[in-house]
């Protein structure tokens, strides 16, 4: 009966008044305490005394928990599990018990608890109860964590990464590596740490490497290794490998260690050259061509002057011979005297054609704002003459004002205004569109008719050089205009292009950038 007497004591129930003033002392102290839940348990582990910070961490306040058992702070799966039972056993044979683990605060959430029991006795040297001592570290070991995860992924960045990393201490002795080292430079790690850095480096750059080193940690800042320089490291077999390298300074041990990025750019230098290689041979070609064109010119001027002097005796010997004898000529060599005049005078045509085009090559453009709408206006007043006895349908829309050289836009829609108007002469009426439509990046202008067309199979040929997609006996013309009108397009940085269908007319475009480069 004794031993069960013993059992059911409170530290209310010990007799000894030294004890008493010495609980009564503990209480004002605990109240003192604000950060930490002191709190008293019986023999039976109900709680007889609750502090501030108590009531702070838990949200609990003493009357609604005073005389309830301690292991309503624990967690369900604890009690199940017998832990708070366990806990007093463990405070009983070793008199005190330090532990982690969650608690529950009233509303059912839960705190990460740094946790403290201790046995109370009485003078007797009979269990009085226990002391036990929360405080509340879940922002603490969030944030721990936080740097454990922070740590981890770090450290996975670090072997993961895409370039080689090199961590060198400040004697130059390498101290960490990851894993695309070991690819770039052959060596497996274990080889590497412990090693000075010149492992990596070819010997011909040691000596000028360590003053290197000593003058980086004389002013040690994140920058590029080598800049204008080309770096090279060395494999494992011996061989070089063309490198950038990136430093960066990180505080360890109370020195200074420099974390270097090392890139393999093989790939980059075998791209450069050859890059370097295509553009050797573009330019080459380049200046061959500009060469030829100049060439082609040059011989398509002098030509064209040659020929105007022989083509000129031609022509005024024709008419001599008409002059003179045609009336005693019979009537077949009086043809054949037309017909070499018309062809001299056709070649002459031609001539004159092909002069412009090679101009057209050769001349400096003039940029200035060029007013296409004024421009259509003045040519539809010169063709007035031309128009006689045919009845023709505008239709010009707004048209923009451009940037360009005048004298060779005034040529280009002479070419499509002349050739709409030719094109449509078999017709009873003459319909010809001229309008302008306005792009992002550009305007694109077009002259569209209802003449004969052409075939758009053949629209490719439409703007090459001497390519006509008619008789002669059908219409005139030398094949020359369509190429002086892509010439001159092309020069101003625009595009041209044509659309249309046998005997149902034909619309010819044009573009013109917005912005010159």
């Not at 009690?79 to 969650?102: F, V």
Request: charged share 30%.
């Amino acid at each position: 009966m004794a031993n069960k007497r013993d059992e059911d004591k409170t530290i209310d129930d010990v007799q000894d008044p030294a004890q008493r003033a010495r609980d009564h002392y503990f209480r004002l102290m605990a109240e003192q305490v604000k950060d930490y839940a002191l709190i008293l348990l019986n023999a039976k582990g109900e709680i007889v005394s609750w502090n501030t910070g108590a009531e702070r961490i838990t949200r609990y306040l003493a009357h609604e928990i005073l005389g309830r058992h301690f292991s309503v702070l624990h967690p369900k799966e604890e009690i199940r599990s017998g832990a708070p039972q366990r806990e007093l056993s463990i405070a009983d044979t070793m008199g005190s018990l330090e532990l982690q683990g969650w608690r529950l605060r009233k509303d059912g959430s839960r705190f990460w608890a740094s946790i403290a029991l201790n046995e109370l006795r009485d003078p007797d040297g009979d269990r009085a109860g226990y002391v036990l001592i929360l405080h509340d570290n879940t922002e603490r070991r969030a944030s721990e964590e936080a740097m454990v995860k922070s740590r981890t992924m770090l450290e996975r960045l670090f072997e993961t990464a895409p370039d080689a990393i090199v961590v060198v201490d400040g004697g130059g002795v390498i101290r960490k590596v990851n894993q695309q080292a070991e690819v770039i430079f052959g060596y497996m790690r274990e080889e590497l740490v412990g090693q000075r850095i010149e492992i990596l480096i070819p010997k011909r750059f040691h000596k000028r490497h360590r003053q290197h080193l000593r003058n980086y940690f004389g002013d040690p800042r994140a920058r590029k290794m080598g800049i204008g320089l080309e770096l090279y490291g060395r494999h494992k077999n011996g061989s070089e490998i063309p490198v950038d390298i990136m430093l960066n300074p990180i505080e360890a041990q109370e020195s200074t260690w420099v974390f270097a990025v090392i890139r393999d750019i093989t790939l980059q230098k075998q791209g450069e050259a050859k890059i370097m290689e295509l553009n050797l041979a573009l330019r080459t070609q380049l200046e061959q061509l500009a060469a030829t064109n100049r060439e082609l010119e040059s011989f398509s001027y002098s030509v064209s002057h040659d020929l105007r002097a022989p083509l000129r005796h031609i022509i005024g010997f024709v008419d001599l011979l008409n002059a003179k004898a045609g009336t005693g000529l019979d009537e077949k060599s009086r043809h054949y005297l037309e017909v070499i005049g018309g062809a001299a005078k056709k070649m002459g045509l031609l001539i004159d054609d092909l002069l412009a085009f090679s101009r057209m090559g050769r001349s400096e453009m003039m940029r200035g704002w060029v007013d296409l709408g004024l421009l259509v206006r003045e040519i539809q007043a010169d063709l007035q003459g031309d128009l006689q006895g045919r009845e023709v349908q505008w239709d010009i829309g707004p048209l923009p004002v451009v940037l360009g050289d005048a004298a060779m836009l005034r040529q280009v829609l002479i070419n499509l205004i002349g050739n709409a108007v030719k094109f449509t002469r078999s017709r009873a009426t003459a319909t010809i569109a001229i309008g302008a439509v306005e792009r992002e990046n550009e305007q694109e202008i077009y002259v569209r008719d209802n003449g004969v067309g052409f075939d758009e199979a053949y629209a490719n040929k439409l703007f090459g050089l001497f390519q006509r997609l008619h008789a002669n006996e059908e219409f005139e013309g030398t094949g020359v205009g369509l190429a002086i009108v892509q010439r001159i397009v092309l020069r101003h940085g625009g595009r041209v292009w044509a659309e249309g269908g046998v005997g149902t007319g034909a619309c010819f475009w044009f573009s013109l950038p917005k912005k010159i480069e």
